[in-house]
Nanobody, 124 residues
């Protein structure tokens, strides 16, 4: 089992920045691929970004490419999401997810473990 706890969400003005953290506990974090997803009211959960077990490979949704950066610190069992140049359309609950294999995937149902989510609100 892997337990995930997100933090760092909040209210920010358009153009601002936030850094989300996801702390993992349980089985070996360093062998898990990790992903960030988000879900806005009335919309389906969507892939934001993923990172492989080593941190050497990442992938971003087109909507966040160039603005968001995912990273991980396996010594601290933590994955991060740095969000810059935030837009009102980035408003959503952001979820951290872990996959029981070493490489990320863009589909939510490929991830076995999920955090409780953290709210990000971007005002215009």
């Amino acid at each position: 089992q892997v337990q995930l706890v997100e933090s760092g969400g909040g209210l920010v003005q358009a153009g601002g920045s936030l850094r989300l953290s996801c702390a993992a506990s349980g089985r070996a974090f360093s062998t898990n691929a990790m992903g960030w997803f988000r879900q806005a009211p009335g919309k389906e959960r969507e892939f934001v970004t993923g990172i492989n077990w080593s941190g050497r490979s990442t992938y971003y949704a087109d909507s966040v490419k160039g603005r968001f950066t995912i990273s991980r610190d396996n010594a601290k069992n933590t994955v991060y999401l740095q969000m810059n140049s935030l837009k009102p359309e980035d408003t959503a609950v952001y979820y951290c997810a872990a996959r029981s294999v070493t490489f990320y995937h863009t589909l939510a149902n490929e991830y076995q473990y999920w955090g409780q989510g953290t709210q990000v609100t971007v005002s215009s």
